[in-house]
């Protein structure tokens, strides 16, 4: 069984696009192989750092986001990364044989630099974020990764330093492959890409009144004014929902919105219906464990056991090979 290990960085709730694009693909990649799923506490402070108040609590949102979107700790070792020391150790150790210029081209490094204004990011730690992922993944000796296209640029740069330490220290590392997870096909609410910061999602943990209110608000066909004018389904964006949610009765939605005998607030009612029972049995786990703080601790001290055993023999193996 091959190693996967894959993090998600604690800055607030899932929403639906990481149900659907994301966790729907841990969830099947569970059994078929030993998963590390990490909550990558330490990224979240590479940018975060000025106001770290939120970040306990968001790491047990998290958690919980998990395991009522199915992610199972029995079958995964869920765990958060600050508490297994080795990571920094290992960040530190690769950091001796990176060269500065393959961090500085890094693109999505380039990009945050120039795009995220208000936040300080000329920091050490910012511009070693791709290299922390790196130990992050080689203290697992992961043979795959599953990321988001936006990732691939930090995997390659994996690959680059697997090749490099192996060639100057002996073979220790195996060099992981990407497993590209398909973006997601639900669009924001307005028909951007779902993101917290466009303020178009629904979280999994919005309650079914907040989903019906958002849903309302959604953006469709602008041509289609009245209820009764003919709409236009493949560019409005609660039909590419209702394809997914609601697939059984696109057909007839599809003929009556064009027809103009659907009007959007009843079709959007249909929608909202779909999307609260898929996320029923979500919610009603989450609200099991949002009541069991003490169970999240413990699943997180566990898991930082179990990582911890793999994280130490493989630190020390390269230690080791470093001549430590
Ligand atoms: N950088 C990843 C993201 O923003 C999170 C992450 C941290 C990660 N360490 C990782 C993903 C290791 C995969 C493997 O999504």
């Not at 729907?24 to 975060?48: G, I, P």
């Not at 208000?118 to 697992?140: E, M, N, R, V």
């Not at 001290?301 to 080791?320: H, P, W």
Request: charged share 25%; aromatic share 8%.
């Amino acid at each position: 069984m091959g190693t996967i290990l894959s993090g998600m960085r604690p800055t607030g709730r899932l929403h639906l696009g990481h149900l659907l694009g994301v966790i729907n693909n841990w969830k099947k990649l569970q059994d078929e192989y030993r998963c590390y799923f990490m909550v990558a506490d330490w990224h979240a402070l590479t940018s975060e750092y000025e106001d770290p108040s939120a970040l306990r609590d968001n790491v047990r949102q998290m958690v919980i986001d998990w395991l009522s979107a199915g992610i199972d700790h029995e079958k995964s070792v869920i765990f958060r990364q600050s508490d297994v020391y080795q990571h920094a150790v290992l960040h530190l150790m690769l950091s001796m044989i990176t060269p500065l210029p393959w961090l500085e081209r890094c693109p999505t490094y380039k990009e945050q630099m120039q795009e995220i204004k208000g936040k300080d990011l000329s920091t050490y730690g910012f511009l070693g974020y791709p290299l922390l992922q790196a130990a992050d993944i080689l203290l697992y000796k992961a043979d795959a990764v599953p990321v988001g296209e936006d990732q691939l640029p930090h995997l390659e740069l994996t690959r680059e330093i697997v090749r490099r330490f192996n060639y100057l220290y002996g073979t220790v590392f195996p060099e992981p492959k990407a497993l590209l997870t398909a973006a997601s096909k639900v669009p924001g609410l307005d028909g951007r890409k779902m993101s917290k910061s466009y303020g178009n999602c629904i979280f999994l943990s919005d309650d079914a009144g907040t989903i019906r209110e958002r849903i309302r608000g959604a953006v469709t066909d602008p041509q289609k004014i009245y209820k009764d004018s003919p709409g236009r389904p493949e560019i409005c964006n609660v039909f590419a929902y209702e394809n997914i949610f609601l697939p059984e009765r696109c057909s007839e939605i599809e003929a009556e919105c064009r027809e103009g005998t659907l009007g959007c607030v009843k079709c959007k009612g249909y929608l909202a219906d779909a999307v609260i029972e898929y996320l029923q049995p979500v919610h009603e786990r989450r609200s099991r464990y949002e009541k069991q703080p003490d169970f999240i601790d413990r699943l997180l001290a566990d898991g930082a056991k179990k990582a911890s055993v793999m994280a130490a023999a493989n630190l020390s193996e390269a230690m080791n090979a470093m001549g430590l």
